[in-house]
């Protein structure tokens, strides 16, 4: 299994319309980042991600899982370039994780979030994804 992050601008697609989008999810279209495009093209079913708010808020809010394989997205019309996946709202993070909170973390120094900010869907390691749900109140994080 593994992680990712997936950034949002909550005025576009925000976590209550993940949320209500109910257990078949919905398509994480519109990416236009081939390295984010190949992430998804990774991901397998069940990966967890967390779901961010990215320009208003700047904070982890909650949990994801890949529902669907990457496929084509059907945002992009005929361009055979843009693939998506589905994903699943799991729950909420109990105690969003502000971008400030992951920056002064010594332990998160090198997550993409801190290093590549334009990324729209980014990988996250393992230990990563423990420390921040340690920091969102969570012993025990979905995996």
């Known amino acids: 299994m593994a992680f990712w992050l997936?950034?949002?601008?909550?005025?576009?697609?925000?976590?209550?319309m993940q949320k209500d989008a109910g257990e078949a999810g919905t398509e994480w279209?519109?990416?236009?980042?081939?390295?984010?495009?190949?992430?998804?093209?990774?991901?397998?079913?069940g990966d967890k991600?967390?779901?961010?708010?990215s320009?208003?808020?700047?904070?982890?809010?909650?949990?994801?899982?890949?529902?669907?394989?990457s496929h084509p997205d059907t945002t992009a019309g005929e361009d055979p370039r843009w693939d998506c996946v589905d994903i699943r709202a799991v729950r909420d993070m109990p105690k969003p994780v502000s971008l400030k909170?992951?920056?002064?973390n010594p332990k998160l120094s090198n997550m993409s979030l801190v290093t590549s900010m334009r990324?729209?869907?980014?990988?996250?390691?393992?230990e990563?994804?423990?420390?921040?749900?340690?920091?969102?109140?969570?012993?025990?994080?979905?995996?």
């Open 101 to 104: 909170d992951i920056k002064a």
């Open 6 to 16: 997936y950034k949002s601008e909550p005025f576009k697609w925000s976590w209550q």
């Open 29 to 45: 279209t519109g990416v236009r980042n081939y390295l984010a495009r190949n992430h998804m093209r990774a991901m397998q079913i």
């Open 49 to 53: 991600g967390f779901f961010y708010h």
């Open 128 to 143: 990563e994804w423990i420390e921040v749900c340690r920091m969102g109140g969570l012993d025990n994080p979905p995996r």
């Open 55 to 69: 320009n208003e808020g700047l904070e982890i809010v909650g949990f994801t899982e890949v529902c669907a394989l």
């Open 119 to 126: 990324l729209s869907v980014q990988p996250v390691t393992e």
